[in-house]
C-alpha cells in the first residue's frame, strides 16, 4: 500500500484554468506537507500543517490554497493558473518520533498549464 | 537564511567504484539532516537522517556522517552500481523542531557504468 498518495500524477491544463491536486497519508502522521519541485529540479516548501493547522506558508501566491479536512488529507487547489506554474507538485507527511523524523514523499504531481 | 549546497552536480563512475557525495549548509541551528534519492520521474525515497546530535549513519552501503559545526555532511556509497544511478538530495530541517522547514540542495546526479 502505497503509504503518501496523491493523485493526479499528470495534469496538463490552459492558462487561467483552476485545478486542484490530492494527497491522502496512511501512516498515522500528524504532519504533511506540499512542496514544489521547478524545471531546474529545486526542491522547495510550499506549505506545512499540522494536525489540520497551517504551520509553514511559504512566499506563495494566494492563488494557492491548501485545505486539510483531516490529518490523513492534504489537498492543494490552485486558481487563475499561470505558465509558471507548471512543475512538479510533490506531497509529503513526517510524525515525530516513531518515524525517526523522516518525511515520506508521494510520487509527485507533474502540472503542465499551456 | 539557510542555504544548502551540494558538489558535484553531477558525477559519473565505473561500477564498483567508492564515492562521496557533499552536502554543506550556511547555519549550523539544524534539527536533523535527511539523504534522499529521486530516480527520473518518481518520487524521493529516504535514504538515511540524521539527527543533530548524531555523527554518522549507516545502511547496507551507505553511509552519511555529519558535521554540524562546519556545516557539512557526506554521502558515502561503497561498491556502486549500475541501480545506483539516479540523483541524491540532500535536506536539513531547519530550526528546532520536527514541523521545521526541510531546506533542499539541488542534489547531485549520479551515473554508475556498467
Redesign the interface.
Known sequence: DTA?SQTPKYLVTQMGNDKSIKCEQNLGHD?M?WYKQDS??????MF?Y?NKEL??N?TVPNRFSPKSPDKAHLNLHINSLELGDSAVY?C?S????QS?????????SWLTVV | KQEVTQIPAALSVPEGENLVLNCSFTDSAIYNLQWFRQDPGKGLTSLLLIQSSQREQTSGRLNASLDKSSGRSTLYIAASQPGDSATYLCAVRHGSSNTGKLIFGQGTTLQVKP
Not at chain 1, 40 to 45: A, D, Q
Not at chain 1, 94 to 97: A, I, K, L, T
Open positions: 503518501v504532519t506537507y531546474k529540479k529545486f526542491l522547495k516548501i506545512s499540522n504551520i509553514i511559504e510533490f509529503a513526517s510524525q515525530e518520533p525517526g523524523n523522516t518525511i515520506y514523499f508521494g510520487e509527485g
